[in-house]
């Protein structure tokens, strides 16, 4: 009995904690193989390691309540010196996908209960600790010096419905069996298996059963209407954005990105390389699904002339149908990965139009974002999910260390705002910080969000799939919660 699940990209890194690649599809296949101490369904915060757990306003702390009887892979018990062991292991080895500096203690009570205090009250600490970092089991990473070179077999071994038996990084397959001991009950199907396979030749593939899972791209939709197939729309928390290397002239000055964002028409984007299955990007970040979006921030609708008049704002003159400075023509380098080829093109011709002259430059998605890491790039296009999960995630895409990041704290107002919404626990007030952040994000322009599209996926409907509240794990927007395949989608 195996389900398989078709990916276009098929490798995404070694699915330990410290060894998959940094970005959902890698985030997820590891969250098979390990559990945090609470989860997400399609509804909100379910139990996982922890049972059941409260928070202690008056000691700015929280207790978990762990389940017993929970074991390893490797037949070990689970307890809550686990628990303790990874936040001293985090602080040590910074996890990228989840930030616990606002961890100040974690107190273990007895083997089962342990108390996490804060240093001060944190909104996003369920979404972005408790229910994000993978608890590693101690007796085999207290040894552990460097955990992004730890690929041996016991690398893997954690408390999830599956093991792995099979990585075949060359393939971009893997191989994971059911964990006959899950506390939540043996896993619906015995083995999963992730396989490389071409998005155009995924749906025939679908109908002849040969795989069971995969995303298809949205002008597929009409041949597999009348089939036997399910198809699920994630929520569009998925954006593309524009990166500037604000770090050089004359990214560096706010006039000429500003000028940037008007000279490209995100809607002809949406219309001509989706096909109209997007939306248009929100210069805020957040697109108008989100529960945070703030529709009333500088919208820089596509204008020529507002786009020349922030040009000659920042020294550029539009002349002869070229923008120049001291008489030399502007000529940039975009990055871009094979699948932006069209969005490339396109902006190479809205651009031509103010007079820039685009150079492309197609490298694979790894090489673009470690190029952009580096500051190695003047333009890039570059997409993240993660945009449904909770708002703490604007810290990490404007002034987080991540390639996806702007990596922007020029302004001291913004910074501090992103902070302030991190301890705001009130909704409402927390909603007021983020449409203000929203407005600063916009008009600063550190980054442009170009669109968000519609992604599908097609399964056959054996496994009850769904999209998950904020995403999976960090705010994955895939419908592959591993909940689906122990308990059929319901809450354990």
Do not use: C
């Amino acid at each position: 009995e195996v389900y398989t699940i078709a990916d276009p990209a098929g490798d995404w890194g070694f699915p330990s904690p410290y060894g998959h690649y940094d970005r959902g599809p890698g985030t997820l296949r590891m969250s098979f193989l390990f559990d945090t101490l609470i989860w997400r369904d399609a509804e909100g915060f379910v139990p996982a390691l922890a049972g059941s757990w409260e928070y202690i306003g008056e000691e700015t702390a929280y207790l978990f309540e762990l389940r017993p009887n929970v074991t390893w892979h490797d037949g070990e018990p689970f307890t809550a010196e686990d628990v303790a062991f990874t936040f001293r292991y985090l602080e040590q080895h910074p996890y990228s996908l989840a930030d616990i500096s606002m961890v100040a203690a974690v107190e273990v009570l007895d083997d089962y209960r342990l108390k996490v205090k804060l240093h001060e009250p944190s909104a996003p600490f369920l979404t972005r600790v408790a229910g994000a970092v993978p608890i590693l089991p101690e007796h085999i990473w207290q040894s552990v010096e460097n955990p992004k070179e730890f690929n041996r077999p016991e690398a893997v071994i954690g408390t999830g419905p599956y093991k792995l038996a099979d990585y075949n990084r060359e393939q971009g397959s893997y191989l994971y069996l059911a964990n006959e001991d899950y506390y939540l009950g043996v896993p619906l199907v015995k083995q999963l298996r992730f396989v490389k396979l071409n998005p155009q030749l995924a749906g025939a593939a679908l109908l002849r059963g040969e795989i069971n899972y995969t995303p298809i791209p949205p002008d597929m939709l009409a041949q597999l209407q009348d089939k036997d197939v399910s198809i699920l729309k994630a929520d569009n928390d998925w954006a593309l954005k524009l990166m500037f290397n604000h770090t050089k002239e004359p990214f560096s000055s706010k006039e000429f990105r500003q000028g940037l964002a008007y000279a490209i028409d995100r809607q002809e984007l949406v219309d001509i390389t989706k096909r109209g299955f997007g939306l248009a990007g929100s210069p805020g970040l957040l697109s108008e699904t989100s529960a945070w979006y703030n529709g009333s921030v500088m919208a820089y609708e596509y204008d020529q002339e507002k786009a020349l008049s922030m040009f000659r704002q920042a020294g550029y003159y539009y002349d002869a149908g070229k923008l120049v400075k001291n008489g030399e023509p502007v000529v940039f380098t975009l990055l871009f990965d094979p699948d932006t080829e069209r969005e490339s093109q396109l902006l190479k011709s809205q651009l031509e139009r103010v007079g820039i002259e685009l150079q492309l430059r197609s490298v694979e998605a790894k090489t673009r974002d470690s190029l952009v890491l580096d500051w190695q790039f003047e333009l890039a296009l570059l997409g993240h999910g993660g945009l449904g999960t909770d708002p703490s995630f604007y810290t990490q895409v404007i002034v987080g260390p991540s390639f996806h990041s702007a990596r922007y704290t020029a302004n001291e107002q913004l910074n501090s705002l992103i902070k302030d919404q991190l301890k705001t626990m009130d909704r409402t007030g927390r909603l007021e910080l983020l449409s203000e952040i929203q407005e600063i994000y916009a008009e600063e322009m550190p980054s442009l969000t170009l669109y968000y599209p519609d992604n599908y996926f097609a399964h056959d409907g054996q496994i009850e799939l769904y999209n998950t509240w904020q995403g999976v794990a960090t705010g994955v927007p895939l419908p592959l919660n591993k909940l689906a395949f122990v308990t059929g989608g319901g809450t354990p």
